[in-house]
């Protein structure tokens, strides 16, 4: 009993440092997840604490349950329009992207660690795929928001990479072990019920989930528990029959927020905690797991081997999968560089273990280096390559809505409740004028803790409170009358457009301000579509046509549809970092001079 609650007062100790440790690596702009992972490795065996702990199935275990939470919450925030924008890409990746990484990285492993072939694709098949907390956390937690197709496509491969992957590492380690002859046709079945047995139970899954969530009438903190006990019921179901459980509760989440559903954002925020809770669980129990001085033996080849993967494996990769695909290179280089290693690999790296492969404990070594540096390069350099090459986008910002009452089960409407923004749209207007839906009604206004009697004829306030009823589908558009806009002014990145405008804007109109030439088709049509004439039916915030000396820039796109515009007089992007870089390239020795002045000063 004195052990028991030993371990639980040492857990809840790590947590709160963890939390607290966090504080201060946002400020310097370390990845959390590395933070947690050295935070297990100072109180393991090796560390300051000492705390000696080998379980691999324990852990196994821990970190199973972790990454499905953290799928299913990574699926919920999926936008459906992103789905579709990205999912041949994103599915090319995660097939045939984690083959030649796997391929590539064998070969290095072979090269380095004097591995046989077939142990060398044991390595690179544990080292292909990204990691989904890695890839979810880093790309919304560092402050920077990149174009939709880019962010897409990372979170879409994290989420879909890991049957490839677990596939390689299971029919690598059969056949280290000299089981049942080698059955290629065997192998690709067993690949096809992962991937197309974890899609179809988690699209089911997802489905089921909303049909409850919507006809049950519960307390409000039991949706939550009812969403998250039903992800997890799809993740081992899933894995009981032999398909991908990380598939199926990544695609449940993905299905379930393809429409609002009853209590959605408490359960989002209940998710959001919880999914921050199995990051810190999952990752400090990594840390407590690895001995850092077993780690020296291979370490100048781990490290090798990990610049393989990051400089040469994963570019490789990535450009022989998007090539079919409209990415331009800067896009390419951003998917390529931000192809992050987390927690998949060290499970991965488990198998052999648990397994009892010869030599197994160099798999697991190699991986967790592997991840560390990823980390500390990759994931520390997310914000920077994205404004390395003008990849920002302006953030959107998701409101500050507290309330979300569901009516009980046969209710058409739900509470929501709004804070008023610095710049809301609502701002100019009174409350009985906004123009809202037909069944969309505010009920209350309050306003410094006392609700205002006659709320219609009063114009709006910073920090008003705004209580409404609505049904759910209107809830989401609802809030932007509340939050901050930015359409009036510039965002900030270089090359978004010094003016914006509407998508619904007339071409002539703008075509005789600007003196553009747009061409005999854009008479008497609306910019938006005659951009979609160019671009295509699916645009994202970032893209960019130019006519003469001025550049037009989606500036906003919901739906693949473009909503706002910004407009460039001068092609900003010259003065991006990449650009400089790569115009100092072309002229090597004005480069070195400009070196030699400044190490001088």
């Given amino acids: 009993m004195e052990f028991i609650n030993q371990i639980i007062f040492l857990g809840a100790v790590l947590a709160v440092i963890s939390i607290l440790l966090g504080q201060l690596s946002s400020r310097l702009g370390a990845p959390l997840l590395l933070v947690f992972l050295l935070l297990g490795m100072l109180a393991g065996e090796d560390g300051l604490l000492g705390l000696p702990f080998d379980s691999y199935r324990a852990t196994y275990a821990v970190g199973s349950i972790a990454l499905a939470i953290i799928l299913f919450e990574g699926g919920l925030r999926t936008p459906r329009e992103v789905v579709r924008l990205v999912f041949w890409p994103s599915i090319t990746l995660a097939t045939i992207g984690v083959v030649l990484t796997a391929l590539c990285t064998a070969g290095i492993a072979v090269a380095l660690l004097d591995m046989t072939p077939l142990e060398g694709i044991l390595m690179g098949a544990i080292l292909a795929s990204t990691d989904a907390a890695a890839v979810f956390m880093l790309l919304h937690g560092q402050g920077v928001a990149v174009n939709a197709r880019v962010g897409?496509?990372?979170?879409?491969?994290?989420?879909?990479?890991?049957?490839?992957?677990?596939?390689?590492?299971?029919?690598?380690?059969?056949?280290?072990?000299l089981e049942?002859?080698?059955s290629g046709w065997q192998e690709a079945g067993i690949f096809v019920l992962h991937m197309a047995g974890g899609g179809l139970i988690g699209a089911v899954g997802g489905y089921g989930l909303r049909w409850l969530l919507q006809r049950l009438n519960l307390s409000a903190g039991l949706y939550p528990?009812?969403?998250?006990?039903?992800?997890?019921?799809?993740?081992?179901?899933?894995?009981?029959?032999?398909?991908s459980g990380f598939l199926a509760v990544y695609v449940a989440g993905v299905m379930l927020a393809r429409a609002p559903y009853r209590a959605q954002q408490v359960i989002m925020r209940f998710l959001d905690g919880l999914a921050w809770l199995?990051?810190?669980?999952?990752?400090?129990?990594?840390?407590?797991?690895?001995?850092?001085?077993?780690?020296?033996?291979?370490?100048l080849a781990a490290l090798v081997l990990s610049a393989g993967l990051i400089l040469v494996a994963r570019p490789g990769a990535v450009l022989l999968c998007l090539l079919p695909f409209r990415y331009n290179w800067r896009e390419r280089g951003f998917v390529a560089w931000v192809g992050l290693r987390g927690a998949v690999p060290i499970f991965l790296a488990s198998i052999p273990i648990l397994a009892g492969v010869e030599n197994a404990q160099i798999y697991f070594n190699v991986a967790f280096v592997a991840v560390i540096t990823s980390l500390l390069i990759q994931g520390w350099t997310v914000s920077r390559a994205a404004r390395f090459l003008g990849l920002e986008v302006p953030a959107t910002s998701p409101g500050d809505m507290d309330l979300d009452i569901s009516l009980g089960?046969?209710?058409?409407?739900?509470?929501?409740?709004?804070?008023?923004?610095?710049?809301?749209?609502?701002?100019?207007?009174?409350?009985?004028?906004l123009n809202l839906p037909s069944l969309v009604e505010i009920v209350s206004v309050i306003?410094?803790?006392?609700?205002?009697a006659d709320f219609r004829a009063t114009r709006p306030r910073i920090d008003d409170y705004v209580i409404a009823i609505a049904p759910p589908a209107e809830i989401a558009g609802l809030h932007q009358h509340f939050v901050h806009r930015d359409s009036e002014v510039s965002s900030g990145i270089a090359g978004f457009g010094e003016f914006v405008f509407g998508a619904e804007t007339p071409a002539d109109d703008l075509a005789l301000m600007y003196g553009i030439d747009l061409g005999p088709t854009a008479k008497g049509r609306k910019i938006g579509d005659v951009l979609h004439d160019e671009m295509g039916d699916?645009?994202?915030?970032?893209?960019?046509?130019?006519?003469n000396e001025i550049e037009l820039v989606v500036r906003e796109a919901k739906d693949g549809r473009i909503r706002r515009i910004g407009l460039e007089l001068e092609d900003t992007r010259i003065h991006l970092p990449v650009t400089r870089a790569l115009r100092k390239l072309k002229h090597p020795l004005k480069s070195w001079r400009a070196f030699r002045r400044l190490s001088r000063m």
């Fill in 409 to 433: 089960h046969g209710a058409t409407r739900e509470l929501a409740g709004f804070r008023v923004a610095a710049g809301a749209r609502a701002l100019n207007h009174n409350y009985g004028d």
């Fill in 278 to 299: 199995a990051q810190i669980a999952m990752f400090l129990m990594l840390g407590l797991l690895v001995t850092p001085t077993d780690l020296l033996s291979d370490l």
């Fill in 225 to 243: 528990v009812l969403a998250t006990a039903g992800a997890l019921l799809i993740f081992g179901g899933a894995n009981v029959v032999h398909a």
């Fill in 180 to 182: 049942a002859a080698f």
């Fill in 538 to 547: 699916q645009v994202v915030a970032g893209d960019r046509l130019k006519f």
């Fill in 447 to 452: 306003r410094e803790s006392n609700p205002i």
């Fill in 152 to 177: 897409g496509t990372l979170e879409l491969e994290s989420g879909m990479n890991d049957p490839m992957a677990v596939i390689l590492t299971l029919t690598a380690v059969k056949l280290l072990q």
